[in-house]
C-alpha cells in the first residue's frame, strides 16, 4: 500500500525531483499533491 502511494505521488511533476531545499516545503508539496489526487477521485466518484 505504501508503495502504491508513493507512485499516485511521484505522479506530480514537482515531487519527482527534490526541489525544495527546506524540509517544510516539501512536506507542503506533498500534502498539496495528496489533495488534488483525493479530490479527483472524489469528484470522479461522485459523478
Request: charged share 30%.
Amino acid at each position: 500500500m505504501v508503495e502504491r502511494t508513493l507512485s499516485w505521488l511521484m505522479r506530480s511533476r514537482r515531487l519527482v525531483r527534490d526541489y525544495e531545499t527546506l524540509p517544510a516545503v516539501h512536506e507542503q508539496m506533498v500534502l498539496w499533491s495528496m489533495t488534488m489526487l483525493m479530490s479527483r477521485r472524489l469528484a470522479r466518484w461522485r459523478a
